[in-house]
């Protein structure tokens, strides 16, 4: 079954003697080939990770938000079920993501609703000294060595907690870890 993501084109014609025409078309594609337009060149761009991305409507918005919905990937708390780690949108058009964790052993998502990042594209790493000041943004990968993997989120951002909610929280850096230890998740300095 194919799905499908409609996608809004605007089109403005910029003349001093004229008011601006606004043309809209909602038509449905291919969510494989989900291309994102760019009026300027006509060039498509592709959406990345898009065999992970889906829309979900907000009812408090009244829009759909894009996700990024990893299911089948990792297993975070080592029961041997993959578990989702999941990226909302907050709808801006410059969008950052929220991020959700739901594992196989709890019943119900957690909730990171203030730690987003622009990048929720997972990027593989061979050693934590790969890890910049900027990038890469997110990463799951066993930090620690325990044989466990840690989600490694990098929210040095304009978008992200100042410092004094960050240091409330217990965090001294933008530079995060998320781990599971066995009572469930932690959110700590990389």
């Known amino acids: 079954m194919k799905k499908y993501i409609p996608i809004l084109v605007i089109a403005i014609a910029c003349n001093s003697e004229k008011k601006p025409e606004v043309h809209a078309s909602n038509e449905s594609i291919d969510s494989s080939t989900v291309k994102a337009h760019s009026i300027e060149d006509s060039q498509f761009v592709d959406l990345p990770n898009s065999q992970y991305a ?3 409507y907000d009812s408090t918005l009244a829009v759909d938000l894009l996700h990024y919905e990893y299911t089948d990937l990792w297993d975070l708390d080592e029961d041997g079920i993959k578990d ?3 990226f909302i949108s907050n709808g801006g058009a410059h969008a950052y993501y929220h991020l959700e964790v739901g594992l196989s052993t709890v019943a119900q998502r957690i909730e990171f609703p203030i730690i987003y990042t622009d990048f929720p594209y997972p990027e593989e790493i061979q050693h934590s000294n790969e890890i910049g000041e900027y990038l890469p943004a997110f990463v799951v990968h066993d930090f620690d060595a325990d044989g466990l993997n840690e989600i490694y989120l990098n929210i040095n951002h304009h978008f992200a907690p100042e410092d004094e909610e960050l240091e409330r929280m217990g ?4 530079q995060l870890l998320v781990d599971y230890t066995g009572k469930g998740l932690v959110l700590k300095d990389f």
Request: net charge positive.
């Open 171 to 174: 965090l001294k850096g933008k």
């Open 84 to 86: 989702t780690i999941c």
């Open 54 to 56: 889906h829309y979900v």
